[in-house]
């Protein structure tokens, strides 16, 4: 659907960190940032630049008012300003927005606003979002997937069944991925959905997803989220195998 090299700026290190960690502080003084008011007003204004400004200050600020200005700002015409709305978004989640992120995921020519869209949609905890994550850990840019695994993680674990379906996938990325860092985020999601579900044959094989990777994996990263996961779920297998691994000096 969309080619790694489609934006090179998406370099490894940004995909690693929260979809917030580059964006340039806001230069206002701490008092305005309290008051929302005049914010309110700039996330109509004429000006793109002040749109944006108003848009990523609610990234800061939790104001109920700014969710239907934010929805309609996913459709502007900057791109800044729909990147800055979809994190918005992510600090103020709402029941409302999760179809407006899900279109908008699905049409956005900027790597940028759809790593923002996946980051809102985890924090959003909509299963309206569990397929479309899924179909971007399988097909966008790395930046992409990479946030689409951890945001599965956590619309997944609202239902059984949403558990059992975003598994296989996440196994699938673990085991394929090109990318280090997707397959790391793979291991960690993998991990936390494990704590969901009962000793099935769904759990067992999660389980054997993770001791594969930190047996098999040639990267240092992944096999350590993996170690992390099975440390974390608790699984006597993996345990075991942490041990094994750790007395032949492995890992």
Not at 31 to 51: C, G, I, K, V
Not at 181 to 198: D, F, H, I, M, Y
């Amino acid at each position: 659907m969309y080619d790694d090299d489609e934006f090179s700026l998406l370099a490894l290190q940004d995909e690693i960190d929260s979809p917030l960690d580059h964006l340039d502080p806001i230069e206002e003084s701490s008092s305005s940032l309290q008051n929302p008011e005049p914010m309110l007003l700039l996330l109509t204004a004429p000006n793109a630049p002040q749109r944006m400004l108003a848009a990523r200050a609610f990234c800061e600020l939790q104001e109920e008012r700014a969710i239907p200005h934010l929805i309609n700002l996913l459709t502007d015409t900057c791109p800044l300003v729909r990147v800055s709305a979809t994190y918005a978004l992510g600090r103020n989640p709402s029941s409302d927005a999760v179809e407006p992120l899900i279109n908008l995921l699905s049409k956005d020519w900027n790597g940028y606003v759809r790593k923002g869209v996946v980051w809102a949609l985890g924090n959003c905890s909509d299963r309206r979002a569990l397929q479309p994550l899924i179909h971007a850990l399988k097909t966008d840019i790395s930046a992409v997937r990479l946030w689409a695994a951890s945001s599965l993680s956590q619309i997944a674990k609202i239902d059984y069944e949403d558990v059992i379906t975003a598994i296989p996938r996440l196994i699938g990325s673990l085991r394929r991925d090109e990318v280090a860092a997707v397959r790391s985020n793979c291991a960690w999601a993998v991990g936390q959905l494990c704590r969901e579900l009962p000793l099935n044959v769904v759990y067992a094989t999660a389980i054997d997803a993770l001791i594969e990777a930190l047996v098999e994996d040639e990267d240092l990263g992944v096999k350590e989220d993996a170690k992390g996961a099975l440390l974390k779920v608790g699984d006597p297998r993996g345990l075991q195998m942490i041990e094994e691994l750790e007395l032949e000096g492995i890992i």
